[in-house]
């Protein structure tokens, strides 16, 4: 029910808040630090948009809002030095101008109050409490690519998230108590680990919407189905972390967005797609046992190299009846990016002896061709080999090209990777569909 009917109104309202707002928090600045005032504005300004659906009718109305704050913020941190109350830390971050647009994604995709009122305070409060802990009381560091975060603002971000959603499910919504005792569980593990590996200030994004994602899937469900959902990312966090945690190739974050990438597939799909991805991680981790290599996969590559297979997962969730259709697509994808990585770590490699690159051209196909070739079989999908291997030699070709063509190939690899997998995808969705 709206309070207030007038939206210029309530845009006036707004302002002047978030006004006063910043107002106070360089007062706070100067008496205390920058991360103070910084969380004052993040908690105060998120508090105050669990107001919004009361007074804003037209979603536009806090559209306009959110960009106009979004750029105000990103003028004052980069053009000039007047917001230091929220812009002055020691760390690369976009966070602050981030944070009004996952409000108005918020307000937009929540299709019930409750859903909306969980995603902001977890925005709002998990975040701030876990970091000023951290910074106060943090004594066990997890370093996070760029990022230096501790156990206990992980620990303190775990636990204020279970009570967050916990407390208003048994509260505002009739879903039995032990669907929402598993539904706040599985949230904060998963919201915990995306809160993890964020790097940038990306959390003020991926936790609200994550947040809410995982609310929308869990609360139209019954027990059962949830219990099954926390017994499967049980499931894949062991797997993962038994077979990644000593490999020289794939840092802590990576470990940890191996994880979600996996889960991501066995929710949103089925356990056929998690199989295909486990598989090819299970050949990765056996290939790179031997590898003598410096580099290690972070969070942000883990990302783009499964750039595609995350996509078509979300693809296949809201289009599940094209799942088997979409399938072969799938498989071909996992087996793209795992010939373009091995032929990269292959050249790293100090050990390989391999100079010839047509060798190497006939030895990667033939090992990708030997690897994939009975998955296509195990799932009776036979007809669809002859394509996938035809397309397969296209795709190293053009990789090949964009090889010799570009001289910082090695620096812009996974956009390229990414492109070729397209091609490829193209292709494939033109002969299949």
């Not at 108005?104 to 409490?129: C, G, H, M, R, T």
């Not at 139209?220 to 062991?238: P, S």
């Not at 190293?396 to 063509?405: E, I, P, T």
């Amino acid at each position: 029910m709206l309070i207030i009917k007038n939206d210029f109104i309530s845009s006036i309202l707004i302002i002047t808040f978030l006004s006063f707002v910043f107002h106070i928090s360089n007062v706070i600045n100067k008496k205390f630090n920058t991360e103070v005032s910084r969380k004052f504005v993040h908690i105060s300004s998120g508090l105050f948009s669990l107001t919004f659906p009361f007074i804003i009718s037209n979603h536009f109305s806090l559209l306009i809002l959110s960009i106009l704050f979004s750029l105000l913020i990103f003028v004052m941190k980069y053009k000039t030095d007047n917001l230091k109350s929220v812009t002055n830390i020691d760390r690369k971050s976009i966070g602050e101008v981030l944070f009004p647009i996952s409000i108005y994604l918020l307000f937009v995709f929540s299709e019930k109050y409750y859903l909306y009122f969980i995603s902001v305070l977890v925005l709002s409060i998990s975040d701030a409490l876990a970091a000023l802990i951290g910074k106060k009381y943090g004594m066990i560091n997890i370093k996070v690519e760029n990022d230096q975060k501790t156990l206990e603002g992980t620990i303190t971000f775990f636990l204020i998230t279970f009570i967050i959603v916990e407390i208003p499910l048994l509260v505002m919504t009739d879903i039995d108590k032990i669907a929402c005792l598993l539904i706040a569980l599985m949230i904060a593990v998963l919201i915990t680990m995306l809160e993890l590996i964020s790097i940038y200030g990306m959390d003020n994004m991926l936790v609200p919407i994550g947040t809410l994602f995982i609310l929308h899937r869990t609360t139209q469900t019954d027990t059962q189905f949830i219990a099954n959902l926390i017994i499967m990312l049980i499931f894949v966090i062991t797997v993962i972390t038994f077979l990644f945690k000593q490999m020289k190739v794939v840092t802590f974050s990576g470990i940890v967005g191996i994880i979600i990438v996996n889960y991501i597939s066995l929710v949103l799909c089925s356990i056929e797609y998690f199989l295909v991805l486990l598989v090819f991680q299970l050949i990765f981790w056996w290939k790179t046992l031997n590898f003598n290599i410096i580099e290690k996969y972070n969070i942000s590559e883990i990302i783009q190299t499964n750039f595609w297979n995350i996509l078509v997962s979300f693809y296949v969730h809201f289009n599940y009846h094209l799942l088997n259709t979409i399938f072969p697509i799938f498989i071909s994808i996992i087996c793209w990016q795992s010939l373009l990585i091995f032929d990269y770590l292959e050249e790293k490699d100090t050990k390989n002896n391999t100079k010839n690159s047509f060798q190497k051209l006939i030895k990667n196909i033939l090992f990708v061709g030997i690897t994939s070739v009975p998955i296509f079989i195990f799932f009776k999908l036979q007809d669809k080999i002859a394509i996938f291997l035809i397309t397969t030699v296209l795709i190293y070709f053009l990789n090949l090209v964009f090889k010799l063509g570009i001289s910082e190939y090695i620096k812009y690899r996974f956009m390229i990777r990414n492109v070729i997998i397209l091609c490829g995808i193209i292709i494939q969705a033109y002969l299949l569909l």
